[in-house]
């Protein structure tokens, strides 16, 4: 079966939308960019000068991710000159639009109305649990560099056991650490006994953390608040995966001296090309349905 060809309209972005465009472009697809200064890509590429222009050449809108880091502009490290307004950007779409981007917050909801279709990329499954694998080789590789031991023969504890968390535990494992895991549910315990973990309540988390050499947060709220930190062995290392805020209270880690590291954006940071990738398969599947 012949794969369908879209036009897309990639706005802002960092490395793994370098990657996304290639991609979409080696498929055939029509790309037209804004907000990627001094970036070389293929000649079928079209780089546009202005984001009006940009808009108006095709329907699919790619958006970043995150979207924006401030509520006011848009996500776009590559952009020299005057910084891209979330209101400019949504002011120019239409009800014949699609906006996909990723970490659409409240406050950009509001500023883009409901003029036009928005998908929020990490709400899509399959990229969520696609970039759990970048997220989890990205944060074993931080835990590596930061600690003088081995992940080997370690005690690693992952709190949560989503997506993320899911993965995290299959490739510690498979380094050959002692991996226990943090839950609140009782079924959750069930599977983590199924897989070969060690199982621990979050209730019973301050009596129990300070055994661990590596300590790898996925839920994303304080769970590892100021007397939580009071128990955890001071040559540990807490990696924290959660979304801002993250999931520790960094200014009591920091006066107990507990070393703690909020790690965000790992896939476009340690995998752009894989990243890249999975943005385009989700990208494209997204397209497909609404042609459907």
């Known amino acids: 079966m012949e794969e369908k060809q879209f036009a897309f309209s990639v706005i802002g972005g960092d490395a793994r939308y370098i990657e996304l465009i290639q991609f979409l472009q080696a498929q055939s697809h029509q790309v037209y960019v804004y907000g990627f200064s001094n970036i070389d890509f293929p000649d079928s590429v079209i780089?546009?000068?202005?984001?009006?222009?940009?808009?108006?050449?095709s329907t699919f809108i790619i958006g970043p991710i995150p979207c924006s880091q401030d509520n006011y502009t848009l996500f776009a490290p590559y952009h020299q000159g005057s910084p891209i307004l979330l209101k400019d950007l949504f002011e120019s779409l239409s009800k014949y639009h699609v906006f996909m981007?990723?970490?659409?917050?409240?406050?950009?909801?509001?500023?883009?109305?409901?003029?036009?279709?928005?998908?929020d990329l990490l709400q899509r499954e399959e990229l969520a649990i696609y970039n759990a694998i970048p997220t989890?080789?990205?944060?074993?590789?931080?835990?590596?560099?930061?600690?003088?031991?081995?992940?080997?023969?370690s005690k690693c504890l992952v709190l949560g056991f989503g997506r993320c968390g899911k993965v995290l535990a299959h490739q510690l494992q498979g380094l050959g650490a002692c991996v226990s895991?943090?839950?609140?549910?009782?079924?959750?315990?069930?599977?983590?006994?199924?897989?070969?973990?060690?199982?621990?309540?979050?209730?019973?988390?301050?009596?129990?953390?300070?055994?661990?050499?590596?300590?790898?947060?996925?839920?994303?709220?304080?769970?590892?608040?100021q007397s939580t930190l009071l128990y955890v062995n001071k040559g540990s290392i807490i990696i924290d995966l959660a979304s801002k805020p993250g999931g520790v209270d960094y200014e009591a880690a920091e006066k107990q001296g507990v070393k703690a590291l909020l790690c965000l954006g790992l896939p476009g940071k340690v995998a752009p090309k894989t990243a890249g990738w999975i943005i385009k398969e989700t990208v494209l599947t997204i397209c497909s349905e609404m042609r459907e």
């Not at 780089?47 to 050449?57: A, G």
């Open 47 to 57: 780089l546009c000068d202005r984001l009006e222009e940009t808009i108006q050449k």
């Open 136 to 153: 989890s080789e990205g944060a074993i590789q931080i835990a590596m560099e930061q600690q003088p031991i081995t992940i080997h023969s």
């Open 101 to 119: 981007a990723g970490y659409i917050t409240p406050k950009v909801r509001e500023i883009a109305g409901d003029s036009f279709k928005i998908f």
């Open 181 to 225: 895991v943090g839950v609140r549910s009782v079924k959750d315990i069930a599977y983590i006994s199924t897989y070969g973990y060690q199982p621990l309540f979050l209730k019973d988390l301050k009596k129990e953390i300070h055994q661990f050499d590596f300590i790898f947060n996925t839920i994303p709220s304080l769970i590892l608040d």
